[in-house]
Structure formats: structure tokens, C-alpha cells
């Protein structure tokens, strides 16, 4: 029975009926912000901790070498 009801869903959410809904551009546009916003965080994070990174990824590479 559990096996049927998954297959169902699985199927219900593969090949879902058309459905008439838009994204306005408000909307749209708060998405598009809010992926760019992220992307700056992350860069900034990666530049802020950028020292500790690299000197990671150094002791870790001179690690392999040395064995």
C-alpha cells in the first residue's frame, strides 16, 4: 500500500496538471535580488576568510606531499 502511494505521488509531481499562475515581476524581481544578494555573501565571506582558506588548503596539499 505505502509502495502505491509514493508511486502516485511520484507521478502527481512529475507530470503535474496545467495550472494558470504567473510570477509578477515584483515578485521576479525580489527573487532575482535575493540570488544576487547571496552571491555577493558568499563572495564576501570566501574574501573575508580568504587567509584562513588558503593556509587550509596548503597544510592539507603539503600533507599529501610529504607522505
Request: charged share 15%.
Amino acid at each position: 500500500m505505502k509502495f502505491w502511494v509514493g508511486f502516485f505521488t511520484l507521478i502527481f509531481l512529475l507530470f503535474p496538471p496545467n495550472v494558470f499562475a504567473y510570477i509578477d515581476p515584483g515578485t521576479g524581481s525580489f527573487i532575482i535580488q535575493m540570488i544576487i544578494a547571496g552571491a555577493m555573501g558568499a563572495l564576501f565571506t570566501v574574501k573575508v576568510y580568504w587567509k584562513k582558506i588558503s593556509s587550509y588548503l596548503k597544510s592539507l596539499f603539503s600533507k599529501e606531499a610529504d607522505r
